[in-house]
């Protein structure tokens, strides 16, 4: 009778390890290769890049610098409060993944969003905090000096154009309406590992979202 025990309870524990196996193996993301990322949007670096530290400034006086990134998945958008479109469709993108990751469970404790003016000569740093916040209480929103801003966005690949000498004429944007609409990906080394190209699909950026940020980058 012991024996008959014995071999049910085994039988009984090996059957919970496979099954146990299973379900880790269709709920962990899946890793995808470097092609199968570009082909879904997104292009990751072939090794994290680092870039110097920068100071900006969010809502209440908070100074916002590099260990803002520290111990943190990053997606960095470079953006601004009057934006007719591409702004606000990308930050609705933005809260849309978000929101896909959290109805499966995915811990976000450790996940942010930062929008950076590129119009700094209009935008204040309450303004794009509120923008930001708006569109997704986990959001923050920050205000560089122009020589910061152009500083930070060239080392992440990030097309940055001045305005003209006379910009406080408003009836020209052109340096505006010309700005790239990459989101960047900051790892918790607080160093650049790639983007999401648009058009951004909050379905297919989840699963590269996962399987970029699942990856030990350290």
């Not at 110097?52 to 400034?57: A, E, G, V």
């Not at 340096?175 to 790892?187: K, S, T």
Request: some cysteine; proline content about 5%.
């Amino acid at each position: 009778m012991n024996k008959i025990k014995l071999s049910v309870s085994l039988i009984l524990i090996f059957i919970a390890t496979l099954l146990l196996l299973f379900i880790n193996k269709i709920t962990s993301p899946r890793i995808l290769s470097s092609e199968e990322l570009l082909m879904n949007g997104f292009y990751k670096l072939s090794a994290p890049k680092d870039f110097s530290d920068f100071s900006i400034s969010s809502s209440e006086g908070q100074i916002l610098d590099k260990t803002f990134f520290a111990d943190k998945w990053t997606l960095v958008y470079f953006g601004y409060t009057t934006c007719p479109s591409e702004c606000p469709v990308t930050l609705s993108a933005s809260k849309q993944l978000y929101t896909l990751l959290r109805n499966r469970g995915y811990d976000l404790d450790n996940h942010q969003l930062l929008l950076i003016s590129i119009d700094p000569e209009r935008d204040t740093s309450e303004s794009v905090n509120n923008y930001a916040q708006a569109f997704d209480a986990n959001f923050f929103g920050a205000r560089a000096s122009r020589p910061a801003l152009l500083s930070l966005a060239s080392q992440l690949d990030v097309m940055v154009t001045e305005p003209k000498t006379n910009h406080n004429n408003h009836s020209h944007d052109g340096h505006l309406e010309n700005h790239m609409n990459n989101l960047i990906l900051i790892n918790p080394d607080s160093k650049y590992a790639g983007f999401f190209r648009p058009a951004f699909e909050p379905e297919r950026m989840s699963i590269v979202y996962q399987s970029v940020t699942s990856q030990d980058s350290r």
